[in-house]
């Protein structure tokens, strides 16, 4: 499979804006993101967030083959075709990460400034092949070429799968639990 991984910055079309809010409704177990998550705008961390926020993709021939492969999505093959027909996108998202700075203030002092993740999808039949890792080690070398060596991020206590794949392959600890059921997750580099 033919992975590329692209910043959110290249992706500011109107319709690559579209796919992208379809994916997150289609794969987000929360309220979904609308496209101006996405886009592109003024603010300063807003244009942080598309030099550390990326796209994973592939050919829209590669999906098929692979969804064919792997037999999965069967019985949606003839509607996921239609789909792939109908757009006029080269390729198919197989998972995005959003991220951005973020700098607390303690006592009125602005502390160092680190990298929070807000996002991190994959389409559900290419879980467990390599992409949430390449989108997740992308983000993490371009946040400390940034000089940001400490990455954040939320994940349900639920989440025993997500929890176990920061800590085994990023070196994320748990350091508190929010009131909503979440744990923050904390990695330095």
């Not at 792997?70 to 006029?88: A, C, P, R």
């Amino acid at each position: 499979m033919q992975l590329q991984i692209l910043p959110l910055s290249e992706f500011q079309s109107q319709e690559n804006l579209k796919a992208l809010e379809n994916f997150s409704s289609l794969y987000w177990n929360g309220p979904s993101w609308s496209m101006e998550a996405f886009k592109e705008s003024d603010d300063i961390d807003d244009q942080y967030k598309l030099e550390v926020s990326y796209i994973a993709v592939i050919t829209k021939e590669e999906f098929l083959n692979a969804i064919q492969k792997e037999q999965e999505d069967l019985e949606n093959l003839d509607k996921i075709q239609v789909i792939l027909k109908e757009s006029n996108l080269p390729h198919v998202i197989l998972g995005l990460i959003i991220s951005a700075q973020k700098t607390e203030e303690k006592y009125k002092v602005a502390m160092d400034p680190y990298l929070y993740i807000y996002k991190l999808l994959t389409h559900p039949s290419f879980q467990n092949k390599g992409v949430a890792t390449k989108l997740l080690d992308k983000t993490i070398a371009t946040a400390e070429d940034c000089d940001l060596y400490q990455q954040v991020l939320s994940v349900s206590v639920d989440n025993s799968h997500a929890i176990s794949f920061y800590e085994k392959n990023f070196d994320f600890q748990i350091t508190s639990e929010t009131s909503n059921e979440n744990f923050i997750m904390t990695r330095h580099s």
